[in-house]
């Protein structure tokens, strides 16, 4: 692959302490080091890279940058003995678009120890209709099983469900058999959710409780939590007895406040999720599982596809939670 070989990548550049995205011409040899240069062929958006993209300097420290989280495509060059050119890997999390040259590229060159072969039963736009986002969902439910002392049985919530990481959970939840309680602001999605498999939508208000008791009346076997704030410190009170909350989100807000009255007098576990640094083993059988028996028939319902070009336009309406299901980038 000669070095100087142009591609094109959305760059975000700092100006006067403004942030200007552009799609525009960058070379191989600018892309950071690694034993795996990739062809990208899909991406897909998600809330870190609106973050990445508009100067959010806790996600990215430095610009000019390409972010994407996400990337599949096909090996171009490796000097890695775990993959040869031509294999159909993605890439999700680690540094990967944050201070890293992300998956909004025609290239990306990463550490072969992020990269995963694409698992049989997914196609490379299919991984990147769950990307992160997708990750994220299948490893709360993972951990929610994980903890799960007994079978669950009962209503389970998802909060944030008309988002990418809320609609995958919803789809994922209900393939499994699961009595899915979808939660959102958007009124205008109930047809939406309900075609994901979700039995009920409530008004995201139904779980903003402000009466500042400590605990609720019982009703959630299980929660994936992606807003946090207060909705999450309200579900916190309604789950029911040693029930699990996989809070992965902070979209309304990253702050809790809490009593310790639910885990003490409830048995409530609370359960970090953190996909970035998913450890390899787990990353293969959450893949797996996604490729096979977690993967909802009504993927093709939760997703829109946008160009390189029309990105841009995507990351100001998910800034604003503007965003139903997924948005896939065709490179
Ligand atoms: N822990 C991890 O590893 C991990 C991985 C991926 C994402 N995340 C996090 O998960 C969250 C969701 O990511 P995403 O990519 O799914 O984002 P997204 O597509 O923008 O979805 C977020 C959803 O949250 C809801 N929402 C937006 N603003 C809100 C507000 N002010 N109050 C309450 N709800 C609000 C909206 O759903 P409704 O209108 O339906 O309520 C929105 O669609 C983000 O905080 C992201 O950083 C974490």
């Known amino acids: 692959m000669c070095m100087n070989k142009n591609f094109k990548s959305l ?3 700092e100006e006067h302490g403004k942030f200007i995205r552009n799609v525009t011409d960058w070379k191989i040899d600018g892309l950071p080091p690694g034993d795996i240069l990739i062809k990208v062929k899909y991406s897909s958006l ?9 100067g959010n300097k806790g996600v990215t420290r430095k610009y000019p940058h390409t972010p ?8 171009a060059e490796t ?5 040869k050119e031509g294999d159909e890997i993605l890439v999700t999390g680690y540094d990967l678009g944050m201070n890293t040259s992300g998956g909004f590229a025609e290239y990306t060159r990463v550490p072969s120890d992020w990269a995963v072969k694409l698992p049989a039963g997914l196609s490379l736009k299919e991984s990147m209709v ?3 986002a997708g990750f994220t969902a299948g490893l709360s439910l993972y951990k929610l099983e994980q903890c799960s002392e007994e079978k669950i049985t009962g209503e389970v919530l998802v909060t944030g469900a008309s988002g990418g990481v809320g609609s995958l959970a919803v789809a994922i939840l209900a393939k499994e058999g699961y009595k899915v309680i979808a939660s959102t602001g958007k009124q205008d999605k109930i047809n939406f959710l309900k075609k994901l498999g979700a039995k009920e939508i409530i008004n995201r208000e139904e779980v903003d409780d402000k009466s500042g008791k400590p605990l609720l009346n019982r009703r959630w076997k299980a929660t994936v939590d992606t807003v946090g704030g207060n909705i999450l410190a309200t579900v916190i009170k309604q789950m029911d007895y040693r029930s699990s909350v996989a809070a992965c989100g902070n979209t309304y807000s990253p ?8 885990f003490i007098l409830r048995g409530v ?8 640094e998913t450890p390899m083993d787990l990353r293969m059988i959450i893949w797996h599982k996604l490729a096979n028996e977690w993967k909802p028939d009504c993927l093709e319902e939760i997703y829109t596809e946008c160009s390189l070009d029309e990105l841009s336009d995507k990351i100001d309406l998910i800034l604003q939670g503007q965003i139903t299901g997924r948005v896939v980038v065709k490179i």
């Open 46 to 54: 998600n809330y870190k890279d609106a973050l990445s993209a508009s």
């Open 255 to 262: 702050e809790l406040n809490t009593t310790v009255f639910p």
């Open 79 to 83: 000097s890695s003995n775990k993959f």
């Open 68 to 75: 994407g989280i996400d990337a599949a495509g096909i090996v």
């Open 269 to 276: 576990n609370l359960l970090g999720i953190n996909s970035a």
């Open 130 to 132: 769950y990307g992160t």
């Open 11 to 13: 760059l975000v550049t």
